[in-house]
């Protein structure tokens, strides 16, 4: 099979029952999407929703035949990562256009390793970047690209994650009564609502400190599908702190959790999706008889950048 063939025929990823005490004494069933096993090689960062939200997008770039893919984040981004790991496996030239300063890090060594060039703009030329200024910059220096935007969020980004909600109704006897996966960009969360809205609820957790996740997700499927979704929330106080930031109740929670269940959590995205649910199982939020699917996505690499402050 070449890597075209297996990026689209690949087997859907598993789906676990999780048990555990506190969950079953308040009538709840959680299960996990494990895209963290959708992966072309163990410990490589295209996987989970980084394999979703890209798989159309290097559909799309081969079909017009652009063999430079162009893309940008900040210094730990999981989408750069994944993005310079799919040029390697596709055979294509990748450049990251990376917020602030020069720095070092497990992640743009490894995105370097793939062969992604790496360049570096101020945070204020960052701001700007989808200007025309800026972009014609960028094509001075490196010629024609197919653009991605930061976080990999776009139409064939929801169309993607879209088809990771298709696959849990198809692997579910009976639908859920939720689905929850934590928001970034919210981009993965918004492609998932359009394919699970008419079915059940959808909940996002977001890893980003303020109250604005709601709005970003509303506008973010009005401006690639032209409509308004209804049957999803998003929850915005379980950040530790802000992205990339850690509790101790955070680290805790983590390290139970790979005891109790057998399979770890980064503590960027999945750690806060995992303990918020956690949270507000304890709340009795949910109401008795709910059915809980919680996606793991994946990210796992980003664990070896967090060192000894797990
Ligand atoms: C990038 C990422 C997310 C966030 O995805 P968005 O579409 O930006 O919301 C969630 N989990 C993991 C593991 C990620 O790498």
């Known amino acids: 099979m070449d890597a075209w063939q297996r990026l689209t025929a690949h087997q859907p990823s598993p789906l676990e029952e999780l048990s555990q005490d506190t969950w079953a004494e308040k009538g709840i069933r959680l299960w996990v999407k494990r895209d963290d096993q959708l992966a072309w090689s163990p410990d490589d960062p295209f996987c989970g929703n980084k394999w979703r939200k890209l798989k159309y997008n290097l559909l799309e770039a081969r079909k017009r035949g652009m063999g430079t893919l162009l893309s940008f984040g900040g210094a730990y ?18 450049i990251g256009v990376i917020r602030g300063e020069e720095v070092d890090n497990p992640t743009l060594a490894r995105a370097r390793k793939d062969g992604m060039t790496l360049t570096f703009l101020s945070r204020d030329a ?36 879209a088809e990771l909600g298709e696959e849990i109704l198809e692997q579910t006897e009976e639908w ?69 930031k850690l509790s101790p109740e955070l680290v805790g929670f983590m390290h139970r959790f790979l005891e109790e269940h057998g399979f770890p959590l980064e503590p960027i995205y999945t750690a806060k999706l995992f303990y918020a649910l956690d949270d507000l199982i304890r709340q009795d939020y949910f109401p008795r008889g709910s059915k809980i699917i919680a996606v793991h996505t994946g990210g796992l690499q980003g664990l070896a950048g967090f060192g000894d402050r797990l």
């Open 77 to 94: 981004s999981n989408h750069i990562a994944a993005l310079a790991s799919a040029g390697r496996h596709f055979g294509l030239r990748t």
């Open 126 to 161: 960052f701001r700007r970047k989808y200007t025309e200024e800026v972009q014609q910059g960028l094509e001075q220096q490196f010629g024609d690209f197919y653009l991605i935007p930061e976080g990999g969020t776009n139409a064939l980004a929801l169309k993607g994650c």
């Open 176 to 244: 859920p009564t939720c689905v929850a996966v934590a928001c970034g960009t919210g981009g993965t969360f918004a492609g998932l609502i359009t394919s699970l809205s008419a079915h059940c609820q959808t909940l996002g957790v977001s890893v980003l400190k303020g109250q604005f996740m709601a709005q970003e997700v509303a506008d973010i499927l009005y401006r690639h599908t032209g409509q308004s979704y209804t049957g999803w929330v998003t929850h915005e106080d379980y950040h530790h702190g802000g992205y990339a």
